[in-house]
């Protein structure tokens, strides 16, 4: 089932986001879902307005990845993006694309699952971890699932 995903990561990962976020077009990598994220900066330099345009990323998805590169874990921004992802109720999932990189306090604390870019076995693991962590949310657990009996014409 493709989802809707929001990717938080720090400008210096950019790139990174993108070719995630281009991931999705290679038959041979497991993941499917639909982007809902800033891949270009939003043109502000206002704190509440950039906060708002974030939110309505977030809360048009199912689920956040958070990209963690050598200084995410030093990110508020990146703190502020899985604090208002875990008052929404989405999954978070975080991958390490550095393999050096710390991982952020509050991705521990929440006990998100954590995978690695550079590790295919967990590349091809990208997709189910983004269900588990739905699975594992409140919200997920209480979602219907579509049975034949319940999706009907």
């Known amino acids: 089932m493709t989802r809707r995903v929001f990717i938080s990561y720090q400008h210096a990962d950019q790139m990174?986001?993108?070719?995630?976020?281009?991931?999705?077009?290679?038959?041979?990598?497991?993941?499917?879902?639909t982007g809902r994220h800033l891949l270009d900066p939003v043109k502000s330099h206002d704190p509440n307005y950039i906060s708002r345009k974030i939110k309505?990323?977030?809360?048009?998805?199912?689920?956040?990845?958070?990209l963690i590169g050598k200084n995410t874990a030093d990110s508020d921004w990146i703190d502020k993006e899985i604090q208002w992802s875990k008052d929404q109720g989405k999954g978070i999932i975080g991958i390490r694309i550095d393999p050096k990189a710390p991982v952020p306090e509050s991705l521990t604390e929440y006990g998100a699952e954590i995978l690695n870019w550079y590790e295919p076995a967990?590349?091809?693991?990208?997709?189910?971890?983004?269900?588990?962590?739905?699975?594992?949310?409140?919200?997920?657990?209480s979602m219907l699932t579509n049975t034949m009996s319940t999706c009907t014409r």
């Open 56 to 66: 309505e990323k977030i809360t048009g998805s199912s689920a956040t990845i958070v």
């Open 122 to 141: 967990d590349v091809n693991q990208f997709d189910d971890a983004i269900e588990r962590a739905i699975a594992a949310t409140r919200r997920g657990r």
């Open 16 to 33: 990174k986001a993108r070719g995630l976020n281009l991931m999705t077009y290679n038959k041979n990598v497991n993941i499917d879902f």
